[in-house]
């Protein structure tokens, strides 16, 4: 038989749980990527098959195509053909398609990736998180990064000298 006070700290356990639950779930609808983490996959994984097969003709000096592969921010941002990564799709991605055997056109132009390396290409394109771009696939431009909440929170000057707070009373704004 239970008593009161075993009661108790059951419904308190649960409504630890319940709490936890709420919290997990709110974090994933954010859906937020963790860009850190993303980041250092990229330079861990994909940064040095980039860079044996495909930062010679496109980097930030000669982005072939304005395709520039040198940076994880920059490969995402693609060239003139659109964005050349669609996170979580592989098989739709230039990237990828480009350097398959017998791909037309063919990346690198001279050469081809080996079995390794395209299977990690296609697992890391596959492994990123759709809300890297907005809705509809189009990728984050310079633009949108620049509307205010893409901006880092600031801690405001507050007020110094003798009137400091005169700009708060109502009617005296400015
Ligand atoms: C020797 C230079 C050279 C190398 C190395 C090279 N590319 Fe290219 N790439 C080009 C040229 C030139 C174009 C544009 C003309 C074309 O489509 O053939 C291009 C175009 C592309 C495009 C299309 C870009 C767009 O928006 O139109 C993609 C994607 C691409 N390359 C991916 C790669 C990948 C991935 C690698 C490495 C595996 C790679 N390239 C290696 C020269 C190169």
Redesign the pocket.
């Known amino acids: 038989m239970f008593d009161m006070d075993c009661m108790l700290r059951l419904a308190r356990r649960l409504g630890t749980l319940l709490l936890a639950l709420a919290f997990t779930s709110a974090v994933q609808a954010a859906d937020v990527p963790d860009m850190a983490a993303l980041e250092k996959a990229f330079s861990e994984d994909i940064e040095p098959i980039?860079a044996r097969?495909?930062t010679?003709?496109?980097n930030a000096d000669t982005p072939?195509?304005?395709?520039d592969?040198s940076t994880f921010a920059a490969a995402l941002k693609?060239?003139?053909?659109?964005p050349?990564i669609l996170p979580g799709k592989a098989a739709q991605s230039?990237?990828h398609k480009?350097?398959q055997l017998g791909a037309d056109?063919h990346?690198?132009?001279?050469g081809q990736?080996n079995k390794q390396e395209l299977a990690t290409l296609a697992k890391w394109i596959d492994s990123l998180p759709a809300s890297l771009t907005p809705k509809g696939g189009k990728p984050i431009t310079d633009k949108d990064r620049a509307h205010w909440a893409f901006q880092p929170i600031v801690r405001p000057e507050p007020p110094v000298g003798a009137d400091a707070d005169r700009r708060f009373r109502v009617g005296e704004a400015g």
């Open positions: 980039l097969h495909c010679d003709c496109h072939e195509h304005e395709l592969l693609g060239g003139v053909s659109g050349a230039m990237v480009f350097v056109p990346m690198p132009p001279e990736l």
